[in-house]
């Protein structure tokens, strides 16, 4: 994270030196400026992130940062999803959740999300605490929801990337079933990759066994930003 933290700076820095030396810019007010510079430093971000993180793989954060809309409108963005990260930790608490740019990452390690052995069942536990969630997404209906699966490395590759596309598959399916649009939706299967801790331990593999989630803006979310912006 410090990498695109530093990266976003420097842009932000190099932009607002173009922008306040500009004739045009000198005659606008601070409001004015500081979304111009916004956009276009998050037009910068969403290229370089996109480029670094849409290539497949980094899960949930590269779907996160890969959608920069920057400026009033993202600010507008970030508010909400500020007040939904807040929810969602107090409806699951010790869970990750991390506001990232105009999104939150969120992960649902083994504890929370648990499945049966090589098996794609939902266990009852695991559906209680999605059903913790389903409130939180009902209070939030203009989002997308990006649901990545991840196993361990025991087995075969291609055994776990199968069973971790079941798994992704079958959170969907369960959050659906509670009444949520499946069309806010999208699953993806990543098996083994994108470790978070080694392999080598019982515990190592316990947390690389993990949902994880990319909540981002849909485009109601967007457009209505961008309204409230040029109020």
Avoid: W
Avoid at 176 to 199: E, H, Q, V, Y
Avoid at 213 to 223: D, H, L, P, S
């Amino acid at each position: 994270m410090k990498k695109y933290t530093s990266i976003f700076v420097a842009c932000l820095m190099l932009l607002s030196t173009v922008f306040t030396s500009c004739e045009a810019v000198k005659n606008t007010n601070n409001t004015q400026r500081g979304a111009g510079i916004g956009v276009a430093a998050g037009a910068v971000l969403g290229a370089v992130l996109g480029n670094n993180l849409g290539k497949g793989g980094n899960g949930a954060l590269g779907a996160v940062l890969g959608g920069v809309i920057g400026g009033v409108a993202g600010g507008v963005i970030g508010n909400k999803m500020d007040k939904q990260a807040r929810e969602i930790e107090t409806v699951l608490p010790g869970v990750e959740v991390e506001r990232v740019g105009e999104g939150i990452k969120l992960v649902l390690g083994e504890n929370a999300v648990r499945f049966d052995t090589n098996k794609s069942t939902l266990t009852s536990n695991a559906k209680a605490n999605l059903d913790k969630l389903v409130s939180v997404f009902e209070h939030y209906p203009d989002t997308n929801i990006q649901i990545y699966g991840y196993t361990d490395s025991t087995g075969a590759a291609d055994y776990n990337l199968k069973l971790s596309e079941q798994r992704a598959a079958s959170v969907k399916s369960y959050l659906a079933g509670k009444g949520l649009a499946a069309s806010r939706f999208n699953t993806t299967g990543l098996g083994i990759a994108d470790p978070i801790a080694t392999n080598d331990t019982p515990d190592g593999r316990s947390k690389n066994r993990r949902v994880e989630f990319a909540i981002t803006a849909n485009e109601k979310m967007v457009q209505d930003a961008q309204k409230e912006a040029g109020k």
